[in-house]
């Protein structure tokens, strides 16, 4: 049961991987890529705490903790410089 599990939400993650990079690719602002790139980020973020449970190596843990936090600096640093841009 676990096993399924876990492989429904890789497959999930992978659709939401296709997803992104389609509204990626497809978006016609700059302010529609930097929210698909965000959510690539995020989405990063479960594959690395997936691929955590299933190696049984939790200090991936902290990896995605530190890439998490640096992703959202990121995402704050652009947002202002977009918001001065204009």
């Known amino acids: 049961m676990a096993d399924t599990i876990l ?3 890789g497959v999930l993650i992978f659709l ?3 997803f992104s ?6 978006g016609r ?4 890529r930097v ?3 965000d959510t690539l980020t995020v989405i990063s973020l479960s594959l ?3 691929y955590a ?7 991936y843990l902290d990896v995605a903790l530190v890439y998490g936090l ?6 704050l640093a652009v947002a202002r410089f977009l918001e001065r841009g204009r």
Not at 21 to 26: D, F, G, Q, T, Y
Request: charged share 10%; hydrophobic share 75%; net charge positive.
């Open 48 to 50: 690395v705490a997936l």
């Open 35 to 37: 929210v698909a790139i």
């Open 70 to 75: 640096l992703s959202f600096l990121a995402v």
């Open 29 to 32: 602002t700059v302010v529609d």
């Open 7 to 9: 492989m429904l939400a």
């Open 53 to 59: 449970h299933l190696s049984g190596r939790f200090v």
């Open 21 to 26: 990079v389609l509204r990626l690719i497809l």
């Open 16 to 18: 939401s991987i296709l």
